[in-house]
């Protein structure tokens, strides 16, 4: 088949979780033996390509700063749409199917909008799906109004949808998606099970950018209300982001500098042994549309805790007491009891949740979810509606 692959980003000129996915997708249909294009905006010098193995690379918009302030820009979607627009209004008869993300909206509606003319099949991924409440707190009454109307006209266009969670599935289905809709349950490349766990430190890990949905300050105050609980405990907090200086200011304030430390960003080998050796993983995140963290704790026998919340798509990641617990909230008291009840459990829960990982571990492969695409694409009548 002919395949337009399409995301504003690519792996390693940006990186993250989707572009390591949309990278390793092309790749793979290439070898497969399908025609692909991959659609991007340039993160490169002028004067020099981006190379994919048997891919070809196209650019539909400048190299733009995506992110302020730990959220996406509203100018690069639209110029990116804009040339999603363009290309497809001159390319699109060459394609089959256009297989794109669903962020940012513009560039799959600029593809829906085309593809009457040129008659291609849309294959849609949802790494997230916002209810209206989270879109209001995130930009506003009117805003969010608008952010909500704009992603359930993107779920309305006719498409083959694949979904990284249940959560986001289940959403997908009740706004009225016109299309089969189908659950991949791992986008990204996993460590080897840990044959047996490393005993653990008495230290609590976050590893994550520090930006509001994260909620890291929680972690702080969660750490005040174990002072006289757990005076043993260590937290230490790994990445950087927008809410950086509050968490140090936190941690200055509260006088928590015996218990707490903020290393920013360290190599992978270091964040690898710290993982390995820490009591467990807290991830107090309000919104998540995976959790990939949560699985590479338990490739390591490392147990979780996370946090109930509508958003929340890494709850479904962890077991209760099998491989970490769920906190109710993100209050102190309660990510400080979640914690505590890790403490309690011991090394018997470490061996648990390397045996949750050893059972999960080809579900949650990456290899799995690029199978289940490829047998898609191997079989044009299941892709979707005409």
């Given at each position: 088949?002919?395949?337009?692959?399409?995301?504003?980003?690519?792996?390693?000129?940006?990186?993250?979780?989707?572009?390591?996915?949309?990278?390793?997708?092309?790749?793979?249909?290439?070898?497969?033996?399908?025609?692909?294009?991959?659609?991007?905006?340039?993160?490169?010098?002028?004067?020099?390509?981006?190379?994919?193995?048997?891919?070809?690379?196209?650019?539909?918009?400048?190299?733009?700063?995506?992110?302020?302030?730990?959220?996406?820009?509203?100018?690069?979607?639209?110029?990116?749409?804009?040339?999603?627009?363009?290309?497809?209004?001159?390319?699109?008869?060459?394609?089959?199917?256009?297989?794109?993300?669903?962020?940012?909206?513009?560039?799959?509606?600029?593809?829906?909008?085309?593809?009457?003319?040129?008659?291609?099949?849309?294959?849609?991924?949802?790494?997230?799906?916002?209810?209206?409440?989270?879109?209001?707190?995130?930009?506003?009454?009117?805003?969010?109004?608008?952010?909500?109307?704009?992603?359930?006209?993107?779920?309305?266009?006719?498409?083959?949808?694949?979904?990284?969670?249940?959560?986001?599935?289940?959403?997908?289905?009740?706004?009225?998606?016109?299309?089969?809709?189908?659950?991949?349950?791992?986008?990204?490349?996993?460590?080897?099970?840990?044959?047996?766990?490393?005993?653990?430190?008495?230290?609590?890990?976050?590893?994550?950018?520090?930006?509001?949905?994260?909620?890291?300050?929680?972690?702080?105050?969660?750490?005040?209300?174990?002072?006289?609980?757990?005076?043993?405990?260590?937290?230490?907090?790994?990445?950087?982001?927008?809410?950086?200086?509050e968490v140090l200011r936190l941690i200055s304030t509260l006088q928590l500098g015996d218990m707490a430390s903020a290393p920013g960003f360290v190599d992978a080998a270091e964040l690898r042994d710290a993982l390995a050796d820490a009591l467990c993983l807290v991830l107090p995140?309000?919104?998540?549309?995976?959790?990939?963290?949560?699985?590479?704790?338990?490739?390591?026998?490392?147990?979780?805790?996370?946090?109930?919340?509508?958003?929340?798509?890494?709850?479904?990641?962890?077991?209760?007491?099998?491989?970490?617990?769920?906190?109710?909230?993100?209050?102190?008291?309660?990510?400080?009891?979640?914690?505590?009840?890790?403490?309690?459990?011991?090394?018997?829960?470490?061996?648990?949740?390397?045996?949750?990982?050893?059972?999960?571990?080809?579900?949650?492969?990456?290899?799995?979810?690029?199978?289940?695409?490829?047998?898609?694409?191997?079989?044009?009548?299941?892709?979707?509606?005409?």
């Amino acid at each position: 088949m002919r395949i337009l692959v399409v995301y504003d980003c690519l792996y390693p000129y940006t990186i993250g979780g989707g572009e390591r996915w949309y990278r390793t997708l092309a790749e793979r249909l290439a070898a497969d033996g399908h025609d692909v294009s991959y659609l991007t905006m340039r993160q490169w010098d002028r004067g020099t390509s981006a190379e994919l193995a048997g891919v070809d690379v196209r650019v539909a918009g400048p190299r733009m700063e995506l992110y302020v302030d730990g959220r996406r820009r509203i100018a690069p979607p639209l110029v990116f749409g804009a040339g999603v627009l363009w290309h497809v209004l001159r390319h699109g008869r060459r394609y089959d199917v256009v297989h794109t993300a669903s962020f940012p909206y513009f560039s799959l509606l600029a593809a829906a909008i085309v593809r009457p003319l040129h008659r291609y099949e849309l294959v849609v991924d949802w790494f997230e799906l916002w209810s209206l409440a989270y879109w209001r707190g995130y930009l506003g009454t009117v805003g969010g109004r608008i952010g909500w109307a704009v992603q359930k006209a993107c779920v309305r266009v006719p498409q083959k949808a694949f979904a990284l969670s249940r959560m986001t599935a289940g959403r997908l289905r009740a706004q009225g998606v016109r299309g089969p809709v189908e659950v991949l349950t791992g986008i990204h490349a996993l460590p080897d099970a840990t044959a047996q766990p490393r005993p653990a430190q008495p230290v609590v890990v976050f590893a994550g950018r520090h930006i509001p949905e994260k909620r890291v300050p929680a972690l702080v105050h969660a750490f005040a209300a174990l002072r006289d609980r757990a005076p043993e405990l260590r937290l230490a907090i790994y990445g950087d982001g927008p809410q950086r200086a509050e968490v140090l200011r936190l941690i200055s304030t509260l006088q928590l500098g015996d218990m707490a430390s903020a290393p920013g960003f360290v190599d992978a080998a270091e964040l690898r042994d710290a993982l390995a050796d820490a009591l467990c993983l807290v991830l107090p995140s309000r919104r998540e549309g995976y959790g990939l963290v949560v699985v590479e704790a338990a490739a390591r026998g490392v147990p979780s805790v996370v946090v109930a919340d509508p958003d929340n798509a890494a709850t479904e990641l962890v077991d209760e007491g099998e491989n970490g617990f769920v906190a109710p909230s993100a209050s102190p008291e309660d990510l400080a009891d979640a914690i505590l009840r890790v403490r309690h459990a011991g090394p018997a829960l470490r061996t648990s949740t390397a045996a949750w990982f050893a059972r999960n571990a080809e579900r949650l492969s990456l290899d799995s979810s690029l199978d289940r695409v490829a047998a898609v694409y191997a079989d044009p009548r299941r892709i979707g509606p005409s």
